[in-house]
């Protein structure tokens, strides 16, 4: 019986909620040492996740592609669970968000460079490279479809 097992049941959840729900027939993530490819009958793993692009073949062999922030990933039984601190699907990205997300963390990441960080502003050099990466992650995730 357990050799008939052809597809996986994805979750892929963020603090937001539910962001992918199904059956599907492979899921690609973004682990910290590199992509990990997921078939059926994997073995079961817990991974950590980097910002990342995630891809997911469906049933009908078609790929839905993901943008991924930091979290993990667990494998067991032909359940993935992928839990993201955020996660969204290439259709849902907010392009001029994310450009102008993009454009302050560099404005950011300059002020820090050149010594002129306003008085009142305080710029965590961490928290800008990081929020640049999800900047650039999710419009490179969207230009591919
Ligand atoms: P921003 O500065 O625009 O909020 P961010 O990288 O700081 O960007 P996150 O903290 O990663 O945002 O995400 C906060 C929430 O907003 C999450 O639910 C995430 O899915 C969503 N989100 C962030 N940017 C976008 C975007 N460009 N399109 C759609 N959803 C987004």
Redesign the pocket.
Known sequence: MADDRHFLRLEVV???GP?FAGDVAMVVVPATRGELGILPRHAPMVAQLTIGEMRVKTLDDLWIRL?V?EGFVKVQFDKVIVLA????MAS??????????LE??KERLDMLRNGRVPEDEEIDHYRET??LK??KN??AVVKKG
């Open positions: 963020s603090p937001d962001v943008a922030s601190d955020a996660a969204e849902e990205i907010d392009v001029p968000r994310a450009e102008a997300a302050r963390a990081l929020a999800r900047a999710r419009l």
